[in-house]
């Protein structure tokens, strides 16, 4: 299985050339610099999601089409194998188990928030949902311009289509499972 920062490489590259889109181009619509999307471009860079969130917007595709791996019959995924997206200095892990592809409109990630760890989300495209099983510790969401404390064994929806965040506000490493919906 190609790491994930070659996964990005390639799909980022084929949604930009498809799109008859230049490097330039691209740079304009997302906001991140030309330098940076051809480090990308080349596998060199392991860009955070913020950028990722960037650059998908900026295409006006769902993020998940910047991580989908290519296409097999069946997938058996082992998260210990998958390079995960990393925020807030590596303390929020974020593994795209079974990211979107142009059938299904959702995807599941795997998160592992550390002790104090925060994340703040770029906005989806309109209409996205998202849904989240805390497996272990808590943490704090803020979406829709509300506050929720979600803990072991709770699940919540929102949507995820303005500024939302994330904060592990417990005494351990909280780990969740998230479903995005794109309409």
């Keep these: 299985m190609d790491p994930?920062?070659?996964?990005?490489?390639?799909?980022?590259?084929?949604?930009?050339?498809?799109?008859?889109?230049s490097m330039e181009e691209l740079s304009k619509l997302s906001s991140v610099s030309k330098s940076m999307l051809a480090q990308i471009e080349?596998?060199?860079?392991?860009p955070t999601i913020s950028t990722l969130w960037k650059i998908s917007n900026g295409m006006k595709v769902p993020f998940d089409h910047l991580t989908?791996?290519?296409?097999?019959?069946?997938?058996?995924?082992?998260?210990?194998?998958?390079?995960?997206?990393?925020?807030?200095?590596?303390?929020v892990k974020n593994?795209?188990?079974?990211?979107?592809?142009?059938?299904r409109r959702f995807a599941v990630y795997y998160l592992e928030l550390d002790k104090g760890s925060y994340w703040e989300s770029e906005p989806h495209l309109k209409g996205t949902t998202e849904f989240i099983t805390i497996f272990a510790g808590c943490v704090e969401i803020s979406a829709g311009g509300q506050q929720f404390t979600v803990g072991r064994g709770e699940s919540i929806r929102f949507r995820a289509d303005s500024t939302?965040?994330?904060?592990?506000?417990?005494?351990?490493t909280a780990i969740l499972h998230m479903i995005i919906y794109n309409p």
Excluded: C, W
């Design 4 to 21: 994930m920062n070659m996964i990005v490489a390639k799909n980022i590259r084929r949604l930009r050339e498809e799109n008859k889109l």
């Design 42 to 46: 080349r596998g060199e860079a392991n």
């Design 68 to 91: 989908v791996r290519p296409k097999t019959s069946y997938e058996i995924v082992n998260t210990s194998e998958i390079q995960p997206l990393l925020e807030d200095g590596g303390r």
């Design 95 to 103: 593994y795209p188990v079974f990211p979107d592809d142009e059938n």
């Design 164 to 172: 939302h965040s994330y904060k592990n506000t417990g005494d351990e």
